[in-house]
């Protein structure tokens, strides 16, 4: 996690394109890392999208599932699109899906017969 303090290696990127150290941190912090490198919800898909209200990764299926259930606050990104600095600083102060899971855990609000829609309208989420 950075400090406030810590110059954010994405300031100033292209905004077309994603750049070389957006793929790199991507890489690293998603498709390397145990707990991200799959889908939070089904936990059967490869991670290919970012849930940026929670900080959380995603496969496609359950990305548009999202995007279809809650349309009016969903946001997420594929994780190929281009991140601006304040995106990719949520995305790597939120923990990823491991702590989102144990915060659920914490609330009784993870519960794996519960479906995308009752998950996320818990109180805990």
């Known amino acids: 996690m950075e400090s406030k303090d810590t110059v954010s290696p994405f300031i100033d990127l292209p905004i077309m394109a994603q750049?070389?150290?957006q793929s790199a941190w991507f890489k690293k912090h998603v498709l390397e890392h145990p707990e991200n490198a799959?889908?939070?919800?089904?936990?059967?898909?490869?991670?290919?999208?970012?849930?940026?209200?929670?900080?959380?990764?995603?496969c496609t299926a359950c990305?548009?599932?999202?995007?279809?259930?809650f349309p009016l606050i969903t946001r997420v990104k594929a994780i190929t699109e281009v991140?601006?600095?304040?995106q990719l600083r949520t995305l790597a102060c939120s923990g990823g899906n491991i702590t989102f899971i144990e915060w659920m855990r914490q609330y009784d609000g993870y519960v794996k017969q519960f479906?995308?829609?009752e998950r996320y309208k818990s109180d805990a989420a």
Do not use: V
Not at 38 to 58: E, I, P, S, V
């Open 19 to 21: 750049s070389p150290e």
């Open 38 to 58: 799959y889908c939070l919800d089904c936990k059967r898909g490869q991670a290919t999208h970012a849930n940026m209200l929670n900080g959380t990764y995603l």
């Open 63 to 69: 990305a548009e599932e999202h995007k279809k259930l």
């Open 83 to 86: 991140f601006d600095e304040h």
């Open 115 to 117: 479906t995308i829609e």
